[in-house]
């Protein structure tokens, strides 16, 4: 039954679908195990998972069988943020858990991953390959003289070399970080750099869009620059030799060595992702091996409903907190899928033919990649046997209302579509997938279990039914355990504590519906985030303003009402300078070479100056705000801006496109 206030779902799990989801099993069993409510399905569930946040996440460890070395002391010793104590004196290791279903003889010949290339052919690796891959590589890196709390980096695709140097280097109590390798240089050093890596895994190139891309000069200067390196390891992708000093990885994974899991505390460091360095250096954000393994098991066992007869595919890159998500899909014994190369290569429909050959029950995407495919008037159900697709996940930007009726209409009408929401700060989904509740057209189903998620106004009071920033009042187990050289966490405390003291607050504008339901509207904040990935701004100003030509510059994304992204580049010409198209095209191959092709502007726009603050950081928010259609005195106050005469300019772009 619906009314005004509860809307015509698009879809809804029928009962037989309820009752096989594993968190209807969960809560059945907490219900008699520890206290949880029986009834009232999941929103009864999650305010019992906040309301009695420490016996819920005792309930998640149990449910999932976490090995801990040493038992714990205390679920919650301190819940304050930043610093909350999860499972103090607790030790265990990420990876045995990883690795735990080839243990199981009748599972060591089943895939654990499934690797596929731009032949869009799948390759499998069972269960028991990668266990002894893993072990030879574990044992090698110690030979190497890597303890734990060493850094170990990757500069790969989403190749299976990658998930086992991951897997490895935390197996030995390692900390892993990596790149992508379509990052220029100079962006994968502003990163490694900050936490100096004594191992580098490397390809010698990449595929993608059916051609090949050499990158050993970038390895030559990342070598060159990373002084604190004592090994390089080669994994000849293209085929070519090692480099001098370079390891072979064929001669690290040959051996046959049954890993060994160094037992760590729960907090200890599990890796080093990166934010986009909108003001300066990416952050460097560390998450802990324990915060991680209970919020990946929560996430991909209980609101991804992935189990062992799964197969999980998510388009994605080394280079973004998915990647580190999907390799933990082995949590769960779920095969994992792992593709490189372009999105739609050969063809836009390429990621539904890899749902198709890999058999994914659950594949995720980008609301781009989503967007894309309508536009070019793919049709995956026709073109494609997507029988085994349970669910459609989205994320890196809202799905449109108009991209839910596409994945409904073209893939099934029986499709569980979660669009989800997180950030590479808690490695995980603050809102998104419930395999129980109904799906309503450009929302997310609901806040997640144990995630405290509130939207607060200005004056931090809790509002429903309106817009208001994206706040968690509770402490999460994956949210950092610190940033990378903060040694007295104030660039911690200022990323998110700043506006409400002890309250997370994200950086994104939400409406939480009085059905429980969640609706992103954007970055409240300067983030780029295009096809997905977030990037920083302040990238794009090193490179550009490099050009003698260039005087000052301004990078904007605006997240369009029909599912689009714009992402346009200001720029304050040097006297005597002329935006011609040699110069257009000089700004826009220097973004592609130094950075990626993703941070290559879709307009460059000449501007009289670039607005700053009072202190001289310059306007972004404001001037984004202002191209959202904002009106000048809401969009900022005039009494914080060096010249606010220059806003005008943005105030009329922002009329002269919404009338075209």
Known sequence: MTSATQPEPLWAPGPDRIAAARITAFQSWAATRFGAPADGGYPALHRWSVDELDI????????????????????????????????????LNYAEHALRAAEDPARADDPALLYVDETHEPVPV???????????????????????????SGYLPNI??????????????????????????????????????????????????????DRREAVAELRAELPSLRAVVHIPLLGTPAPEGALEWSALTAADTEPVFEPVPFDHPLWVLYSSGTTGLPKAIVQSQGGILLEHL??????????????????????????NFLVSGLLTGTTVVL????????????????????????????????????????????????????????????????????????????????????GTDVCSC??????????????????????????????GKPVVGEVGELVVTNPMPSM???????????????????????????????????????????????????????????DIYEAVERLPEIKESLVIGLEEPNGGYWMPLFVHLAPGAALDDDLRARIKATIREELSPRHVPDEIIEVPAIPHTLTGKRIEVPVKRLLQGTPLAKAVNP?????????????????TRSRA
Request: with cysteine.
């Open 339 to 422: 593709y490189d190369g372009s999105p739609g290569y050969p063809d836009t429909g390429a990621q539904w033919r890899i749902a198709e050959r890999t058999r994914a029950t659950l594949y995720g995407t980008s609301a781009a990649y989503v967007m894309a495919c309508r536009k070019a008037d793919v049709h995956p159900a026709r073109d494609f046997d997507l029988s085994a697709v349970k669910c459609v996940a989205t994320t890196g930007s809202p799905l449109p209302p108009d991209g839910f009726r596409w994945l409904h209409d073209e893939v099934a009408e029986d499709l569980w579509i979660a669009s989800v929401s997180g």
């Open 639 to 655: 009494g914080s801006v060096d010249n606010i005469g220059l806003l005008g300019f943005y105030e009329e772009l922002a009329r």
């Open 126 to 152: 069972t269960w028991a390959e990668l266990r002894r891959r893993v072990g030879s590589l574990a044992a090698e890196l110690r030979a190497l003289g890597v303890r734990p709390g060493d850094r170990v």
């Open 430 to 459: 603050f809102a998104g997938a419930v395999p129980t509740l109904p799906v309503h057209i450009g929302e997310l189903q609901a806040a997640c279990l144990g995630t405290d998620l509130q939207s607060w106004d200005p004056s």
């Open 480 to 538: 950092p355990v610190h940033f990378w050289n903060d040694p007295d966490g104030s660039r911690y405390r200022d990323s998110y504590f700043e506006m409400f003291p002890g309250v997370w607050r994200h950086g994104d504008w939400i409406t939480i519906t009085d059905h429980g339901s969640v609706i992103i509207h954007g970055r409240s904040d300067s983030t780029l985030n295009r096809q997905g990935v977030r990037m920083g701004s302040a």
């Open 160 to 213: 299976p070399e990658a998930a086992v140097a991951l897997l490895a280097t935390a197996a030995v109590g390692g900390v892993w970080t990596s790149c992508a390798p379509d990052f220029g240089a100079r962006s994968v050093l502003d990163r490694f750099q900050q936490v100096e890596p004594v191992v580098l895994f490397t390809v010698d190139g990449y595929r993608y869009g059916g051609k090949e891309h």
């Open 298 to 323: 929560k996430q991909l066992g209980l609101h991804c409903d992935l189990g062992p007869e799964d197969r999980f595919f998510w388009y994605t890159s080394t280079g973004w907190m998915m990647w």
């Open 56 to 91: 819920f996440w005792q309930a998640v460890a149990e449910w999932f069988d976490v090995r801990f070395t040493t038992p714990y002391e205390s679920v919650l010793a301190d819940r304050s943020m930043p610093g909350a104590q999860w499972f103090t004196g607790a030790t």
